[in-house]
């Protein structure tokens, strides 16, 4: 399975970005997919994950109401979109994805494919 992560960039705090990942190499109906982020210094977090055929979707608290994941079946790509954005938003995303959902959805270590990162910056 190779990600391919693309949408970071510069944002106003309050503003809104869209975060992509496309995602091909295999069949994906049972899936994890997964949006980590990583600021310096700090440990990799769960943003959001999902189940590519539907049916679990889950958020980090950090996150919930402001940012929703998704996916479009048509095109193979996984979304984040963003909205609300502050300054502690500002971090290098990436995607992740793993064979099959799992209850240690927010646990890094339990994934097997990751792109490679795409960086947000929330500032004024």
């Known amino acids: 399975v190779q990600l391919q992560a693309s949408g970071g960039g510069l944002v106003q705090p309050g503003g809104s970005l869209r975060l992509s990942c496309a995602v091909s190499?295999?069949?994906?109906?049972?899936?994890?997919l997964a949006w980590f982020r990583q600021a310096p210094g700090k440990e990799r977090e769960v943003v959001a994950a999902?189940?590519?055929?539907?049916?679990?979707?889950a958020y980090a608290d950090s996150v919930k109401g402001r940012f929703t994941i998704s996916r479009d079946n048509a095109k193979s790509t996984l979304m984040l979109q963003m909205n609300s954005l502050n300054p502690e938003d500002t971090s290098l995303y990436y995607c992740?994805?793993?064979?099959?959902?799992?209850?240690?959805?927010?646990?890094?270590?339990?994934?097997?494919?990751w792109g490679q990162g795409t960086q947000v910056t929330v500032s004024s």
């Open positions: 190499g295999g069949t994906y109906s049972d899936y994890a």
């Open positions: 992740a994805a793993r064979i099959r959902w799992t209850v240690n959805w927010g646990d890094p270590t339990e994934y097997d494919y």
């Open positions: 999902l189940r590519w055929g539907g049916g679990r979707y």
